[in-house]
Structure formats: structure tokens, C-alpha cells
T-cell receptor, first 113, second 112 residues
Framework: DADVTQTPRNRITKTGKRIMLECSQTKGHDRMYWYRQDPGLGLRLIYY???????NKGEISDGYSVSRQAQAKFSLSLESAIPNQTALYFC????????????FGPGTRLTVT | GQQLNQSPQSMFIQEGEDVSMNCTSSSIFNTWLWYKQDPGEGPVLLIALYKAGELTSNGRLTAQFGITRKDSFLNISASIPSDVGIYFCAGRTNFGNEKLTFGTGTRLTIIP
């Protein structure tokens, strides 16, 4: 079984709709991250969380919000989706004592029409 | 924001060839990591480097932390079909800074 799972794997939605992407992990890691991947731009950090009560903005947090419901669950929301949020979204986890070694989920491909 | 420059952007090689790619930054990095991404999957950590000059291997893969702290290199020896994918470097600039900066990737294709 995968250690980091993301749902849904693919989603098509319309402009203005609210959408939530979910991430669960069984690795027992404290830290969780949301990244966005666009062609030619690599991975960019949206939000990260060190534990349930500690959530921090990344470099591109505008238009996104997150919720850390439990140590194992970290969800990303787009309150009002827009077309330039079409991208591949990845959740990642890491241990607090080796935060730089991050483990990624399989990704969610989101298309906003 | 900060960016890492990876080169080449893409490579077309024949099976059995050795591969070299690198990643450079205008800033000093204290940690370098190399990831591989297969189509339809998330990146998978290959190698982590923590000291300038460090040379670390993982099977046929060897990575080095440049002595200037502004670059890193990844070599793949005797490439095989399953090496196809996109290779990303990632780095961390400061102790206490938990965020990684990712490169734009090198796409490796093996020509039959």
C-alpha cells in the first residue's frame, strides 16, 4: 500500500467552484506539504504544516487554503477555482528530524475550465 | 522566488550510455537532494547530500555536492530503460529554513 495517498487523482472543475484535494499518509511523519507543479517551472510550495497546530504559507499560497485535520491528513482547498490553477498538485511528508528528505504522493491532476 | 537552474533540460541517449546532469544556484545551499519522477507519479528521493564535496552513490547513481556549495551533479552509469523520467534537484539554503527550492528538471529519454 502507498505510504502517501492523494484523492482524487484527476479532477475537472469549472471556474468559481470550490474544490478540496485530500492527502493521507501512513508514514507517521510530522510534517506535510502541498506543492504545485507546472510544466517548465518545477515544484513550488503552496503550504506546509509542522504539526496539527502549525500551518505556514509557502511561496504561492494566494488563492489556496489548507486544513490539517490530524497528523495523517492534510487537505488543500481552492475556494473559487480559476483556470490558472490548472496544474499537477503533490502532497509530501517528512520527519521532523530530516525535513529535507520529503516523500511525495502520486499527485492530483486538476483542470479548471 | 529563488530558482535552481538544471541542465540539460532534456537528454536523448542510447541504452548503456552514461548520463551527467547538473544543478546550479546563485546562492549557497546547505543541502542538496536529487529526485526522479516517473510519468503519472510523484517524485521519488534518490540521493541526499549534506556536506560540501560529499560524493554519494545509490546503485548506478552518483551525486556530488559541489565544493562552492552552489552546484550539484548527478551521474547515472550504464543507463537502462527504467531510468527514463524527469530528474529534479532540490536544495535548502539556510539552517532552520525548512523549505526546499526545486529545479526545473532534466527529462531523460532512452532511444531504442
Amino acid at each position: 500500500d502507498a505510504d502517501v495517498t492523494q484523492t482524487p487523482r484527476n479532477r475537472i472543475t469549472k471556474t468559481g467552484k470550490r474544490i478540496m484535494l485530500e492527502c493521507s499518509q501512513t508514514k507517521g511523519h510530522d510534517r506535510m506539504y502541498w506543492y504545485r507543479q507546472d510544466p517548465g517551472l518545477g515544484l513550488r510550495l503552496i503550504y506546509y504544516s509542522f504539526d496539527v497546530k502549525d500551518i505556514n504559507k509557502g511561496e504561492i499560497s494566494d488563492g489556496y487554503s489548507v486544513s490539517r485535520q490530524a497528523q495523517a491528513k492534510f487537505s488543500l482547498s481552492l475556494e473559487s477555482a480559476i483556470p490558472n490553477q490548472t496544474a499537477l498538485y503533490f502532497c509530501a511528508t517528512s520527519r521532523s528530524d530530516s525535513a529535507y528528505e520529503q516523500y511525495f504522493g502520486p499527485g492530483t491532476r486538476l483542470t479548471v475550465t | 522566488g529563488q530558482q535552481l537552474n538544471q541542465s540539460p533540460q532534456s537528454m536523448f541517449i542510447q541504452e548503456g550510455e552514461d548520463v551527467s546532469m547538473n544543478c546550479t544556484s546563485s546562492s549557497i545551499f546547505n543541502t542538496w537532494l536529487w529526485y526522479k519522477q516517473d510519468p503519472g507519479e510523484g517524485p521519488v528521493l534518490l540521493i541526499a547530500l549534506y556536506k560540501a564535496g560529499e560524493l554519494t552513490s545509490n546503485g548506478r547513481l552518483t551525486a556530488q555536492f559541489g565544493i562552492t556549495r552552489k552546484d550539484s551533479f548527478l551521474n547515472i552509469s550504464a543507463s537502462i530503460p527504467s531510468d527514463v523520467g524527469i530528474y529534479f534537484c532540490a536544495g535548502r539554503t539556510n539552517f532552520g529554513n525548512e523549505k526546499l527550492t526545486f529545479g526545473t528538471g532534466t527529462r531523460l529519454t532512452i532511444i531504442p
